[in-house]
C-alpha cells in the first residue's frame, strides 16, 4: 500500500510564497511519475504540475506557469511544491498523487493511482 502525506499548506497573504511537500511511502517512490492536484469548493480537481520518475520532464497548468516550480527528492521519497507570486484565486485544497506505469506526466486526475489527504492553501487578497 502507498501513502502520500503532505504538507506545507496556509494562510498567506497575495505576493507570498509557500512550499508544499509530500513524502510517500510504501512502495519504490522512484517508479511513480508525481503531480500535484487542486480542488476550490464547487469546482472540479484540476491538475496543477506534474514530474516523470527521475525529474527530467515536468509540466505545469498555464494558470500557474511561471509561478509554481515542481521538483522531487528521490532520496527523501518526496515531491515538493513551490509557490510564488501567490493569488486569492489559487486557493484550494491541494492533493499529491502518484502514477506508475507511464512515460509522461498525465494531467488526468484518473490516471493517478494513490492519492494524499490534502492540504488547504488559502490566500488572501
Known amino acids: 500500500q502507498v501513502q502520500l502525506v503532505e504538507s506545507g499548506g496556509g494562510l498567506v497573504q497575495a505576493g507570498g510564497s509557500l512550499r508544499l511537500s509530500c513524502t510517500v511511502s510504501g512502495r519504490t517512490f522512484g517508479f511513480y511519475n508525481m503531480a500535484w492536484f487542486r480542488q476550490a469548493p464547487g469546482k472540479e480537481r484540476e491538475f496543477v504540475a506534474g514530474?516523470?520518475?527521475?525529474?527530467?520532464?515536468?509540466a505545469y497548468a498555464d494558470s500557474v506557469k511561471g509561478r509554481v516550480t515542481i521538483s522531487r527528492d528521490n532520496a527523501k521519497t518526496t515531491v515538493y511544491l513551490q509557490m510564488n507570486s501567490l493569488k486569492p484565486e489559487d486557493t484550494a485544497v491541494y492533493y499529491c498523487?502518484?502514477?506508475?506505469?507511464?512515460?509522461?506526466?498525465?494531467?488526468?486526475?484518473?490516471?493517478?493511482?494513490?492519492w494524499g489527504q490534502g492540504t488547504q492553501v488559502t490566500v488572501s487578497s
Open positions: 498523487a502518484a502514477a506508475g506505469g507511464s512515460i509522461r506526466v498525465e494531467i488526468r486526475p484518473i490516471a493517478y493511482d494513490y
Open positions: 514530474i516523470t520518475t527521475s525529474g527530467g520532464s515536468t
